[in-house]
């Protein structure tokens, strides 16, 4: 097999939604996602695992997506940031994220708010100390961790007064 | 009072809504049809002879659109600051002759997917002869090192010195009058930004003739202007368009990427985009350039800075880029926001054969109040006098003359340190508590400094 040229079928759940694609052998999620199926709120951030901007969730768990090769998701479920809100209504965290000027460039704010969407998913109620752990995995340059971590705060306490 | 509309009050970003959506649109997320991806190959070495560049291999490879080297480049030479006069062009787009840095760009590979275009670049065989590099500040100043630049030595020239000179006052005089003279050196390393969102630029030929030019630049019109001089086209022809920017602090106004690419999308009539990976961004992006302060100060008993002696070295690496204006501005500020009567700066904008620093957040200045403030401490613990007075006794007062001739005006930094003071919960004593930033009068500075007070001539 020419890893360059030749093509696979995969094929698996995207927000919801069946898709097929045919690819190179080798080609990543991320690249699936943004250069195959032109979703591009999942960040290209460094291309080695380091920064969590490409962070989907696969069946709900945070997943870096720029080192799975997308084979690999064949019959799974993919969540990116385009699949928790529809047009017109935000997710909480979304919502919290744009109160707490929690994200200036942009440029990690899709893997921090699906990090903490599966992180609030295990643990409605979780401490400043476990955000940051959980965050551990996502960088960023501009905005600053606090307003981060005090959005998802605020965001626990809205989701569970809504429910 | 008048009620204010927007001073006081909190305003959401406008931005804001599509950076929590994933609907804002990066560079990176531009996707043209049929579009071509570039890859540059780079200096394996610090610095050498070029003796040839073998392109046929990778010319050959199945999936590759193009190869550009030096020979496509219309004007091979970065102007970036050509335009506010520093010079004489130091930095090919290209690498033709010579490499100064370890990574310096010498010959693009255009192909139908980035995979190939990397597997493409690995087939380009260089053939270069390594020579000693310059690797430290001190070397670089000293007989014993290779002059690396075209002029003879490892400075730029400032109006035909190696350095910039400052001269006020009598430095001696205030020497031999001081209680104390105190000195320290201090060091920086470069500095790399590292945005979020590594260099990215998309280029379309349009129908027209025009070139549709998607950057993240910090600086759009200095990259539209820049890159018009290399590619020799009129600034019609060119279609800048910017907009979110993913992280920048200044690394992102080197006009690097968009002229290669242009010349990419004319040679193949095909968009193409040329995205770095993150060890690009850390090691061949320009970083804030290393430094090496020295200070040489006389101090009175009460606090008083009578003189300040300043031997500065700022490592440009390779080539200008905005080093020299950065030096302009550190000089400018090194003595610190502080009245010193006597004052005598050098200041060195070095080359040596590391990767390129340039702009980065303040860039000259922050490198001078590191080490100025350093230096305060060390006076107020050397002398003993507590850190608020040391700062407070030095402060700029309105009316007085800088070093650099300029006469200062609207000076807030007593009340600011007072209100640092306030906002710590540190209670100032009553004579530091009294003064403010209108307290100097042209008598009391005269009176005060004794000998040591600034003739102001040249």
């Given at each position: 097999m020419n890893t360059l040229t030749d093509t696979l079928t995969v094929t698996f759940k995207l927000n919801s939604k069946p898709v097929a694609l045919a690819v190179p052998p080798l080609t990543t999620l991320r690249s699936a996602l943004r250069e195959h199926l032109h979703l591009h709120a999942t960040k290209a951030g460094c291309g080695q695992g380091g920064c969590g901007s490409c962070t989907v969730l696969v069946n709900g768990e945070p997943t870096l997506s720029c080192l799975l090769p997308v084979a690999l998701v064949e019959g799974q479920e993919v969540t990116t940031l385009e699949g928790i809100s529809s047009y017109g209504s935000l997710h909480p965290l979304q919502e919290a994220f744009y109160e707490h000027f929690a994200a200036q460039c942009g440029y990690c704010t899709s893997g921090m708010i699906l990090t903490a969407k599966a992180l609030l998913e295990r643990n409605p109620h979780p401490s400043?100390?476990?955000?940051?752990?959980?965050?551990?995995?996502?960088?960023?340059?501009?905005?600053?961790?606090?307003?981060?971590?005090?959005?998802?705060?605020?965001?626990?306490?809205?989701?569970?007064?809504?429910q | 009072m008048k009620q204010l509309g927007i001073v006081g009050q909190s305003v959401r970003r406008t931005d804001g809504i599509g950076h929590v959506t994933g609907t804002t649109r990066y560079v990176d997320d531009v996707f043209y049809p049929n579009m071509l991806w570039l890859k540059m190959v780079r200096s394996p070495v610090a610095r050498g002879i070029i003796h040839s560049v073998d392109t046929s291999?990778?010319?050959?490879?199945?999936?590759?659109?193009?190869?550009?080297?030096?020979r496509d480049v219309p004007n091979n030479w970065y102007t970036i600051l050509g335009l506010i006069g520093i010079g004489p062009n130091d930095e090919p787009v290209l690498a033709d002759s010579e490499v100064m840095y370890e990574g310096e760009p010498i010959c693009a590979i255009v192909a139908e997917s980035e995979e190939i275009a990397c597997e493409a670049a690995s087939l380009v065989r260089v053939e270069i002869e390594e020579q000693e590099p310059v690797l430290d500040l001190e070397y670089a100043l000293s007989p014993q090192a290779p002059a690396i630049k075209k002029w003879g030595n490892n400075t730029y020239m400032y109006d035909g010195m190696d350095h910039r000179q400052v001269r006020f006052g009598n430095i001696e005089a205030a020497f031999a009058q001081a209680d104390h003279i105190i000195e320290g050196s201090y060091q920086m390393s470069p500095i790399e930004h590292v945005p979020m969102e590594t260099h990215v630029c998309v280029v379309n030929p349009e129908g027209d003739g025009r070139l549709t030019v998607h950057t993240n630049t910090q600086a759009l019109y200095f990259s539209l202007d820049n890159t018009a001089i290399i590619l020799k086209m009129p600034t019609h022809r060119l279609h800048f368009i910017g907009g979110t920017v993913g992280g920048g602090f200044g690394g992102k106004v080197d006009v690097i990427t968009e002229p290669i690419t242009c010349i990419a999308a004319m040679k193949t009539g095909r968009a193409v985009k040329w995205r770095w990976t993150r060890e690009e961004e850390f090691r061949r992006s320009s970083t804030r350039?290393?430094?090496?302060?020295?200070?040489?100060?006389?101090?009175?008993?009460?606090?008083?800075?009578?003189?300040?002696?300043?031997?500065?070295?700022?490592?440009?690496?390779?080539?200008?880029?905005?080093?020299?204006y950065g030096l302009q501005k550190h000089m400018a500020n090194v003595a610190g926001p502080y009245n010193i009567p006597n004052v005598w700066i050098d200041a060195y904008c070095v080359y040596t054969n590391r990767q390129p620093a340039s702009a980065m957040r303040g860039f000259g200045v922050t490198e001078a109040s590191f080490a100025v403030e350093v230096q305060m401490e060390k006076i107020a613990r050397t002398i003993g006098i507590d850190s608020w007075e040391i700062r407070m006794v030095n402060a700029y007062r309105n009316g007085q003359m800088r070093a650099i001739r300029k006469v200062v005006e609207d000076a807030t930094l007593v009340e600011t340190i007072k209100a640092a003071a306030d906002l710590v919960g540190y209670e100032l004593p009553a004579h530091l508590r009294a003064m403010h930033s209108n307290d100097y009068t042209r008598e009391d500075n005269d009176q005060s400094h004794g000998e040591g007070a600034p003739r102001h001539d040249r």
């Open positions: 400043r100390e476990e955000i940051a752990e959980a965050l551990s995995g996502n960088m960023c340059r501009c905005t600053g961790y606090l307003p981060i971590v005090e959005a998802i705060e605020d965001a626990a306490r809205k989701m569970e007064e809504g | 291999q990778a010319e050959a490879f199945p999936g590759v659109a193009a190869v550009i080297t030096a350039a290393g430094a090496k302060i020295e200070f040489r100060d006389a101090v009175m008993n009460d606090g008083r800075i009578i003189g300040r002696k300043v031997r500065s070295l700022q490592d440009a690496g390779a080539y200008h880029r905005h080093s020299p």
